[in-house]
C-alpha cells in the first residue's frame, strides 16, 4: 500500500528532524558522485502563466528513489492562492512501487532551500556576524532567517524589497520570531552593516553590486533558479574569494555563477561545491576577511535526502 | 484538497468508459501538434534492475495537465510481485495544484497500452479478419486481445510464445473470455493464417520476418518501447505498403521503425502518424491486399486522455 501524508503531518515531521544535517548529506552525496540526478523536466503555461519542474533520482546503495514536482502558477496570489506547489513520490528501490506520496504543496521545497541556506551560511559565513541583510520579503526571506536560527547567534537583520510596505510588514513578523529587523531602501546600506547577505528575490536584472561588498562578507544568492534571474553583478562573483555551487554543472546554467562565467569575472576551474567543502575536498573560507559567494539553484538530491529525513519520522 | 484513488476505483471506472475514444483523442491531439510532451525522463537501476519513466505533458486549452511515473523492476516476478507499477498525477493548469493522484500500480500504462493497439486494429486491419496472431503470453498479450473485441468480431485467435506452459496457460484463460484459441510453436505458423498479428514481447532480436507476411496483414508491434527491443525484422516495415508510428519523432530513437531507418528497408518519409489518419490526414489503408504495419511506443497524450477520461468518471 502507498502511504499519503498530507501537509500537517509534514510539518510536524519536519518539525522533529535536523533539516541542515540532511542537506549536508545531501550535498556531500552530490559532491561525492553518489548521487544519480537526471536532467530537470520542466513543464511551461502561458495562460495562466506557469511552471512545473520535476526532480528526480536517488543516491546509490538507497533503499529509495525519489520524484518530486514543483508547480509555480505566479498569478494566483491575484485569486489568493499561494503561487507553489507541489507533491512528492516515494518510490521502492527494490521493488519500484510507490511507497508514500507527500501532498506537501511546494512546501518541502521550500524548507529544503531554506535549509540549504543555513548549510551555506554554515561553512563560509565569517564567525562573527553583527547584522544580517536579507534580500527580498517573500516566503524564502522568512524561512531562510527561521533556518538561519541554528547556525548563528546573531538576530540583527536588515531587510530591503522593492515596497515600504512589504518591508514593515517582514519586518513586523520577524520581530515576532525574536529578531530585530531595520528596513532600508537600498541593498547598498546592507553591504556596509551585513557579514551576511542572503538574497531571494525574483530579479531578472542584478541589484547586489561588487562596491555594495564589504571584505568578510559572505553572500548566499538563492532566488535564481533560471538562466534569467539574476540577482548578483558578475562583478560581484569576480571580487569574491571563494565561489561555491550546490552543482557546478547546473550553476554553468543557471542562477548566478552562469551570468559570472560569461562575464568573464570568473572560470569554471574557480567554482567550488558546497559538497566538497563540507567533505572537506575543497577550502572553504580561510579567513574573516575573504568574501564568500554561494549560489544555490537546487538540485533534487536535496528533495531526496529531506524526503527520506521526514518519512523515515513519519514511519518510526 | 488532492483527491487519492485507488486501483479498485480505477478499474470500476476504465469499465464504464470509452478508451478507445479516448486514445482516438490522444493520437489525433497530437499529431495536429496540440499536446506538450517533453521528451521521457529516465531513471536506470542495476541491482535489483529496474527502470522508472516519467512521462508528462498536456493538451493546449485543457484545464489539467499530467505527470506519469511508470516502473519495471524485471526480477520482481522471483518475488511473486508484479514486475510493474507506477502512479499518475493529475494537476490544475489553472494553478498548479495537484488535484488528484491515481494509485493504479501501472493499470492505466496496460490500458492505454492495449486501447492503443485496437485503434490500430480499428483503422488498419482489413475489414475482415478470420484469425487474430498474438505474440507473446503476458499481461499484454491478454489485455490487447480484451480490448480489441469492440473493433473486430473475429473470435480466433493464434498464439506463439517462448514456452508452451505459458501459451497453454494464455488459451486457457482467453477461452475462458470467449475466444478460441490455437498455440502454435512458431511465429511463422501465424503469418500464413492471420490477417492481424500483434506482437507483445521483450524480444531484443527480431523474430516476425517479411517472408511470414502474407498480403492483406496487419502488425500492430507494442513490445519494444527502446532503442534495443527488437520484434520486426526490418524487411516486414520494408514489405509494408503504409507504416505507421504512434510518434514519428519518438519511433525514430525507440521501438521497430528506427531499425528499419538503420537499415535502409524505409525512409522517415514514409513513416504516418496514428493521428494523422485518425484526422484524415494521412491515408490507412486503401485495400484489403496492403501489408500495414503500426509501431507503437507509447507516448504521453495517451496517459494525459485516459487520466482525463477515468477521472471525469470519477468525479462524476
Chains 1, 2 share one sequence.
Not at 510536524?12 to 552530490?30: C, G, K, N, P, W
Not at 485569486?79 to 521493488?95: E, T
Not at 520577524?174 to 547577505?197: D, H, W, Y
Request: proline fraction near 5%.
Amino acid at each position: 500500500m502507498t502511504a499519503v501524508w498530507q501537509l500537517p503531518q509534514i510539518k510536524e515531521a519536519l518539525s522533529s528532524i535536523d533539516t541542515i544535517a540532511a542537506m549536508e548529506r545531501a550535498f556531500q552525496a552530490y559532491s561525492e558522485g553518489r548521487a544519480i540526478v537526471p536532467p530537470v523536466g520542466e513543464l511551461l503555461f502561458e495562460n495562466p502563466p506557469g511552471d512545473a519542474h520535476i526532480k528526480y533520482g536517488y543516491i546509490r546503495g538507497d533503499d529509495a528513489f525519489v520524484i518530486k514536482i514543483a508547480t509555480g502558477f505566479y498569478d494566483n496570489p491575484k485569486k489568493s492562492l499561494p503561487p507553489n506547489s507541489g507533491i512528492l513520490v516515494v518510490f521502492s528501490a527494490a521493488n519500484g512501487f510507490p511507497s508514500a506520496v507527500l501532498l506537501d504543496e511546494g512546501y518541502l521545497t521550500n524548507a529544503r532551500t531554506a535549509a540549504a541556506g543555513a548549510v551555506a551560511a554554515k561553512y563560509l559565513a565569517p564567525a562573527k556576524i553583527n547584522c544580517i541583510g536579507i534580500c527580498g520579503t517573500g516566503m524564502q526571506a522568512r524561512l531562510q532567517l527561521q533556518y538561519l536560527k541554528p547556525v548563528t547567534a546573531c538576530r540583527n537583520v536588515m531587510v530591503w524589497g522593492r515596497s515600504s510596505e512589504s518591508r514593515e510588514r517582514y519586518a513586523r513578523e520577524m520581530e515576532a520570531e525574536g529578531f530585530n529587523v531595520q528596513c532600508v531602501a537600498s541593498p547598498r546600506t546592507m553591504g556596509k552593516s551585513c557579514e551576511l547577505i542572503v538574497t531571494t528575490t525574483l530579479a531578472s536584472s542584478p541589484y547586489i553590486e561588487g562596491l555594495y561588498i564589504q571584505p568578510g562578507t559572505h553572500v548566499t544568492a538563492m532566488g535564481s533558479d533560471t538562466p534569467t534571474k539574476n540577482e548578483l553583478r558578475p562583478d560581484v562573483l569576480g571580487m569574491a574569494d571563494v565561489v561555491v555551487a550546490d552543482s557546478r554543472a547546473q550553476c554553468a546554467e543557471r542562477g548566478e555563477i552562469h551570468h559570472a562565467l560569461a562575464a568573464n569575472e570568473i572560470e569554471v576551474g574557480d567554482v567550488v561545491e558546497l559538497g566538497e567543502i563540507i567533505g572537506g575536498t575543497a577550502p572553504g573560507r580561510s579567513s574573516g576577511e575573504q568574501v564568500t559567494v554561494c549560489d544555490l539553484t537546487g538540485v533534487a538530491v536535496q528533495d531526496i535526502e529531506i524526503s527520506k529525513a521526514v518519512l523515515a519520522h513519519l514511519q518510526r
